[in-house]
């Protein structure tokens, strides 16, 4: 298994991102996949999980700012970020989840490496 996150960077409150993970070595269309994120200090944290037909699932905190979407055919996975405050300042992991659905948590048997976000003015 292979998940190679991009698209991090330093930005300032409220602009806008775009995760990107290639996934490989794994048949892509029959698990689920999560976006994680750790902050400095803190416990790695759930943000979303897409399953293969579609349904998304959003933690709390980002529901209505952030987008999780899947490329079935690509096999790749992003992660839209927008009205970015300072909280969401992390470390992205893209995560592949164990089933074909669920609706989200930190269950993942394989990461990447992560991309780092940063929010700062």
């Known amino acids: 298994v292979r998940l190679v996150e991009s698209g991090g960077a330093l930005v300032q409150p409220g602009e806008s991102l775009k995760l990107s993970c290639n996934a490989s070595g794994f048949p892509f269309t029959q698990s689920a996949m999560s976006w994680l994120r750790q902050a400095p200090g803190k416990e790695l944290e759930w943000v979303t999980t897409?399953?293969?037909?579609?349904?998304?699932y959003y933690e709390n905190s980002v529901k209505g700012r952030f987008i999780g979407s899947r490329d079935n055919y690509q096999g790749t996975v992003y992660l839209q970020l927008n009205s970015l405050t300072p909280e969401d300042t992390a470390t992205y992991f893209c995560a592949k989840v164990p089933r074909n659905f669920y609706t989200g948590g930190t269950l993942y048997d394989a990461r990447g490496q992560g991309t780092q976000v940063t929010v700062s003015s």
């Open positions: 897409m399953n293969i037909h579609g349904a998304t």
